[in-house]
């Protein structure tokens, strides 16, 4: 009974685990099932159960917290291959191939395969329904890719267009329309202290106060392809090209290359698509699990004073009550936020991604899924933490406080990567 009423109450929780039945959750399931002796038989009946109650999702595992990115796309596989000719849009186009989502809000699309032993001159054009023009590739450009993702598309439809002065397509040039994402928002976790009054507030509820602006005005709306699904995370500017997030929001290359980080996004203006995107140029250094951050250098300098500036991190020794507050985008479509209200620490010192590591500090400020790599801001606007995981329904020590990673890891990764010679 007892081993049924958890796998209940993690199914109805959608917690974060893994298909390979993560150490940490798994070491709960053998305590209600027998004791020390039995555990290796209790393995195999804990996984297949878990396995066939269709717990695990295909997000990464990170204990039994929630980790909190939110999935706000379905991905579809398609193939679209250049040369082969699909339709023409003008009399310039080499190639067209259209995708056609009815009912979608925006796309992401994929371009693999990129091949160019071509000696002619093109652009590679993605344009929306109406013909506005979203990105241009000229071949200087194009041909130095192996695959790309595309800027945020409004609507459920694209075309994607070769272009050649001499209307033929360019010979020694391949690559394949491999697979896009349209909105298809899943289910929203909360983690809010008191459901029925939320401490979350709209940064555009503040324009007055110009510290708060400043920060918010460093912080992003991560958006990016996991698996089978597009997410999104929350990120924000150490410097003027690096951004720190979580880990589980940005585990390698690939979900970097897919990124797009989104400054000044607003969902009342076009679905958010004005924001000033930026694209992953690197990771920097390895992502670091144990301590869930990722450090990520854009294309350009968004984090200069004269763009949106960068946040100032700062390690320090905490204490229960002091006051903190969070500036994040939680929620698939909401505005930027942010919780001050009852925002405070809770527990000083906590362990985090490994129960053995004191890596994290407990709060009590108010997070929804999206809120994952936010920064934990202390009284002087400084960063003191990088909020992480939601509550944890399955330890009562947690199931009402939420976690952010100390800072002092970052600190460390983030000088070493400003600072090389030093």
């Given at each position: ?26 070491r ?12 290796r ?10 396995a ?79 013909l506005?023009k ?21 609507g ?9 002065p ?32 939320p ?78 995107s ?16 990722t ?15 960068h ?65 934990v ?35 460390d ?9 030093h």
């Amino acid at each position: 009974m007892r081993f049924a009423t958890l796998l209940y109450r993690e199914r109805k929780a959608s917690l974060v685990t893994s298909a390979q039945c993560h150490a940490v959750f798994v070491r709960r399931i053998f305590s209600a099932l027998v004791g020390a002796g039995t555990r290796r038989a209790a393995l195999s009946i804990a996984c297949v159960a878990l396995a066939l109650s269709g717990v695990y999702t295909n997000a990464w595992p990170h204990g039994t917290s929630v980790a909190e990115l939110a999935r706000e796309g379905q991905l579809r596989q398609i193939e679209l291959r250049f040369p082969k000719r699909e339709y023409a849009v003008t009399s310039r186009d080499a190639w067209s191939g259209e995708i056609n989502a009815p009912g979608a809000r925006w796309l992401h699309i994929e371009i693999s395969g990129i091949k160019d032993n071509s000696t002619a001159d093109y652009t590679v054009v993605i344009l929306r329904g109406d013909l506005t023009k979203i990105a241009s590739y000229p071949k200087s450009k194009f041909k130095r890719l192996v695959h790309l993702w595309s800027p945020l598309v409004l609507g459920g439809y694209a075309r994607i267009v070769v272009l050649s002065p001499t209307e033929r397509p360019p010979v020694g040039l391949t690559f394949v329309v491999s697979q896009f994402v349209y909105d298809s928002p899943g289910g929203v976790l909360e983690s809010l202290q008191d459901k029925g009054n939320p401490k979350l507030s709209a940064i555009s509820l503040y324009p007055t106060d110009t510290q708060l602006q400043r920060v918010a005005r460093s912080v992003a709306k991560l958006r990016f392809v996991g698996p089978n699904f597009d997410s999104v995370c929350t990120g924000f500017m150490v410097s003027d090209s690096i951004l720190v997030t979580n880990e589980h929001c940005v585990p390698n290359s690939q979900v970097c290359d897919s990124m797009r980080a989104l400054f000044d996004w607003d969902p009342g203006v076009g679905d958010g698509l004005g924001a000033k995107s930026f694209g992953c140029a690197r990771l920097v250094g390895s992502p670091d699990k144990t301590w869930d951050f990722t450090l990520v250098q854009l294309q350009g300098t968004p984090g200069d004073s004269n763009s949106q500036g960068h946040l100032t991190l700062r390690s320090q020794t905490f204490s229960a009550g002091q006051p903190l507050f969070i500036v994040q985008y939680p929620d698939i479509s909401g505005p930027e936020e942010v919780a001050r209200d009852g925002c405070a620490v809770k527990s000083p010192i906590a362990s985090g991604v490994d129960d053995d590591i004191n890596s994290d500090f407990g709060h009590t400020c108010d997070t929804k899924p999206g809120s994952s790599g936010s920064p934990v801001l202390a009284a002087d606007n400084t960063v003191v933490g990088l909020h992480h995981w939601g509550f944890d329904t399955l330890d009562l020590r947690w199931v009402k406080e939420n976690r952010a990673v100390q800072i002092q890891k970052i600190v460390d990764a983030v000088s070493s990567a400003t600072n090389p010679t030093h």
